[in-house]
């Protein structure tokens, strides 16, 4: 079985940075397709990041030019850097690996997710 398991969240000052990590585990190659949301209370999931296995990366708007995916194929490892932070980015961040049948993966997994706040 296929395990997320998010971690760097915590609370920093608007304009701050913080670097989220998303270790997998399990049956999962590290260039499978690999995405990361936020859930605010009160409001929908939203998706956030996302880079394929050859690279490409892809951001919401509101993350565009602040936020970078990547990955460490190695240590198979999946990052969110996030700088120049506003209240507005408070969430709880989770990882979500895609369902690639060319890669053996028939469903997506979800993390646990991590706890993102940015204080005023």
């Known amino acids: 079985q296929v395990q997320l398991v998010e971690s760097g969240g915590g609370l920093v000052q608007a304009g701050g940075s913080l670097r989220l990590s998303c270790a997998l585990s399990g049956n999962i190659f590290s260039v499978n397709p690999m995405a990361w949301y936020r859930q605010a209370p009160g409001k929908e999931r939203e998706l956030v990041a996302t880079?394929?296995?050859?690279?490409?990366?892809n951001y919401t708007e509101s993350a565009e030019g602040r936020f970078t995916i990547s990955r460490d194929r190695n240590k198979k490892l999946v990052y969110l850097q996030m700088n120049t932070l506003k209240p507005e980015d408070t969430a709880i961040y989770y990882c979500?690996?895609?369902?690639?049948?060319?890669?053996?993966?028939?469903?997506?997994?979800w993390g646990r997710g991590t706890q993102v706040t940015v204080s005023s």
């Open positions: 880079i394929a296995a050859d690279g490409t990366t």
């Open positions: 979500r690996a895609l369902k690639t049948p060319k890669l053996g993966m028939l469903s997506d997994y």
